[in-house]
T-cell receptor, first 115, second 116 residues
């Protein structure tokens, strides 16, 4: 099992540009989560999906952020337009409904720098 | 109120000694789960240990154990026989399950440095 795959690993972009982060969850996992990690705010949930349907997007900062899950094996997080304060590490994680404890698997993260 | 509180921003421990990382939580749910993750300098999030609110015994995984005190709402991580490779950030997290919510809420983390 390849685990949760995120791309790109690093992204540097100019303010105002559109940024798309990608995630492939573990096959068979029906939950997908997007988290953002910054020094100031720590690890915060942005949005999560169950069976490709958004369940809770209350953590999405503002309208500049959008997330989609068109199928069970792919999700995107888009920022348009990007701003320097969006610089952070963005993690995708997936899990299964029947999992109790150690079923949350995190991707390696995407380090986003907006200049 | 903070859902997960980790009061130790940084900790030092000598190699081969045991160390306890503190975590307190706040929830009104009856069913919940508590997690500890390790984040080394390379950045990945590594699952260490899980404790369910109805589990009567403290969870253990190798050198890791979770000191679960339900009445005090604490879930401290104990690392026995520290190794240099244990130097990392450690995050406590909670899943509140009464409403079926699946997302984890994380604490601010504790940076552990193991000294030779």
């Amino acid at each position: 099992d390849a685990g949760v795959i995120q791309s790109p690993r690093h992204e540097v972009t100019e303010m105002g540009q559109e940024v798309t982060l990608r995630c492939k969850p573990i096959s068979g996992h029906d939950y997908l989560f997007w988290y953002r990690q910054t020094m100031m705010r720590g690890l915060e949930l942005l949005i999560y999906f169950n069976n490709n349907v958004p369940i809770d997007d209350s953590g999405m900062p503002e309208d500049r952020f959008s997330a989609k899950m068109p199928n069970a094996s792919f999700s995107t997080l888009k920022i348009q337009p990007s701003e320097p304060r969006d610089s952070a590490v963005y993690f995708c994680a997936s899990s299964q409904t029947r999992t109790g404890g150690n079923g949350y698997t995190f991707g390696s993260g995407t380090r986003l720098t907006v200049v | 109120a903070q859902k997960i509180t980790q009061t130790q921003p940084g900790m030092f421990v000598q190699e081969k000694e045991a160390v306890t990382l503190d975590c307190t939580y706040d929830t009104s749910d009856q069913s919940y789960g508590l997690f500890w993750y390790k984040q080394p300098s390379s950045g990945e999030m590594i699952f260490l240990i899980y404790q369910g609110s109805y589990d009567e015994q403290n969870a253990t995984e190798g050198r890791y154990s979770l000191n679960f005190q339900k009445a005090r709402k604490s879930a401290n991580l104990v690392i026995s026989a520290s190794q240099l490779g244990d130097s990392a950030m450690y995050f406590c997290a909670m899943r509140e399950s009464d409403t079926g919510r699946r997302a984890l809420t994380f604490g601010s983390g504790t940076r552990l440095q193991v000294q030779p």
